[in-house]
């Protein structure tokens, strides 16, 4: 069983969103199905799959005009949310500590938070991949968690690029990051593989060494694109 995850990023409506949910109705899968859509969606009702929001606050309240906390995510019935983004480390400012702060809003609020990690193709370039992998682990995860978290790798250099690292490139860095989990006490956690995924390569990337499944971005804003990903896996 692996987890399919997908990211609406700022796309779509609450309709396209129901018409995705009906069609996914219909599949057959023991695969754990999440859609992580933006905030205005997250109350549509579904019980085929789970939903997740994209980002959330480091604040718990106050002053901080248009930004979500975990507990307002929480209400919504959403259980899953996206943090550390490579969107919104390159956007946001978002550092591992920013990170690690939201990781402990979500966790403390019963969320289940998708922690991401990877590097830039200025590391990969200048060799420092596994070092900035095993930071974003260490650094963004929080070290008294004992409850469920989801870590998700993602090649920032990859992202929107259509291009998709080798297999041997996924699998060092999946290896790596289960090896820091193991080390930090959170062996078995599902790790995620998340750039340029889609219905052609997302069999071949999910039998690699500790790929627990994929964080799919455009591929999963219509069910044509989607669906073919999430049964493409048992």
Known sequence: MKIIAGNWKM?????????????????ETQNT??????????????DKISL?????????????????SAQMIAETGAKYVIIGHSECR?????????????ATNALNNGLIPIICVGETMDE??????MAVIESGVRE???????????????????????????????ADAHNLIAK?????GLGGTPILYGASVKG?????IMSISNVDGVLVGGASLKSDDFIPIITSVK
């Not at 779509?12 to 219909?26: E, P, V």
């Not at 997740?52 to 979500?68: K, M, N, P, V, Y």
């Not at 990969?124 to 991949?129: E, H, I």
């Open 11 to 27: 796309n779509g409506t609450q309709q396209q969103l129901k018409t995705m949910i009906s069609d996914l109705s219909s599949v």
């Open 33 to 46: 199905v999440i859609l992580c859509v933006p905030f205005t969606m997250l109350t549509t009702p579904s």
């Open 52 to 68: 997740g929001a994209q980002d959330l606050s480091r604040h718990t309240h106050g002053a901080f005009t248009g930004q979500i």
């Open 90 to 102: 390159q956007y946001n400012g978002d550092t591992n500590s920013i990170v690690r702060q939201k």
């Open 124 to 129: 990969k370039q200048a060799g420092k991949t």
């Open 140 to 170: 963004s995860i929080p070290s008294d968690t004992s409850t469920p978290i989801i870590v998700a790798y993602e090649p920032r250099w990859a992202i929107g690029a259509g291009l998709t690292p080798t297999a041997a490139e996924i």
């Open 180 to 184: 820091t989990l193991s080390d930090m």
């Open 200 to 204: 052609s390569n997302a069999a071949e």
